[in-house]
Each structure stands twice: as C-alpha cells, then as structure tokens.
C-alpha cells in the first residue's frame, strides 16, 4: 500500500519534471534553429542580390560570363551557398562561388561577401573595392565607419535585414533595382 502511495506521489513531479525537461529541449532547439537559419538566410540573400542590380557591361568579358560570388576570408555557409546557386542563373549568367583569403578590385569577382572580420586586411580589401564594379556585401554597421560595404547585413527583431549605401554602388557604376531599395532598412540615397 505505502508503494503505491510513493508512486503516487512521485508521479506529478516526474511529470512536471519532465515538462521542464522538454520545455528546455525546446527552447534550446529554437536558439539553435535561429542560429542555424542566420547562414541559410544570409546565403538565399547574396544569391538574390544578384537579380536586383545591373553591373555595367565592362565588369563582365562576354554575354554568358558567370557572375562570380566571391566569399572572402571566414566562410559561415560551408557548402549550403554552393548547394544553393548549383545550376542557377541570373539572366544568361551561371552562377558561381568562389572562396578567396584576399581580393582586389581585379579578381574577377561581381560579388562580395566579407563576414564580420574587424581586422585591418578586411579594411583594406574593402578600401581596394571601393568605387569599383563589385557588389560588397559585408555584417558590418554603419557604425564601422568606411569600412562597410554597398550592402550590410544587420539583425532587427531577430531577424536577418539589409542596408544599402546606393550613393557607394553608382560609384562603381552599378545600379540596384528601386525594388531591392525598397525592402532595405535604411537607403543612403545617391548624389
């Protein structure tokens, strides 16, 4: 009898321990998810981009040259960009991933991702591109200063958004759709 009374007792506070337990699963799973969507999200972003601007005709050496997406020292996509862009085109152009340790304003690339490395090779890389025909896209705030690039991730109610520096992409000649503009945080409108 007194088993059965033990049992009983103990029963709602397994129970409830138990719902903690999962509660906790829970919430550490949907921390991880966020994490884990950040790259993908990022990733989806940097393929899309490419739709929404117009590189003169000189940044590319034929009709059916490849726009080359260029990611530049620290990769946080591994092989999901790759997985992502795999037999897709933007217009006539394949396109293509390449990983870089440094870059010039030479290498070929028409966009750039540059994570949020606060080094001073990552300042130059983005000063040597600076007024030239290539996309940059970087983590950085305004806050940083010059070194950011045409397009900046940022986080906004935990979710991944965008600011574009319009006034920096017609330095180098690109033009970004109003469309891409539009869904942007914050527009420095061009001069």
Known sequence: MHALRDRARRGP????????????????SAAAALEATEPAIKAAYLYKFGFFVEWPQAAFTA????????????????????????G?????????????????????????????????QASAALASLRGSDVLTVTDRTADSGNN????????????????????????????????????ALDVKPRH
């Open 63 to 86: 009709d059916n040259s490849p726009i080359n997406l260029c990611i530049v020292g620290n990769d946080p996509f591994g092989s999901l960009l790759d997985d992502m862009v795999n």
């Open 148 to 183: 950011v690039g045409i397009i900046n991730f940022v986080m906004k109610d935990n979710k991944v958004r965008f600011d574009i520096d319009d006034d920096a992409a017609a330095s180098g000649g690109l033009t970004i759709s109003s469309r891409l503009l539009n869904l």
């Open 88 to 120: 897709q085109k933007i217009g006539a152009r394949p396109v293509v991933v390449r990983r870089m340790s440094t870059i010039a304003a030479k290498s070929g690339c028409h966009i750039v991702y540059m994570s949020n490395d606060q080094n001073a």
């Open 13 to 28: 506070r397994l129970v409830r321990l138990g719902a903690l337990a999962l509660a906790i699963a829970a919430a550490t």
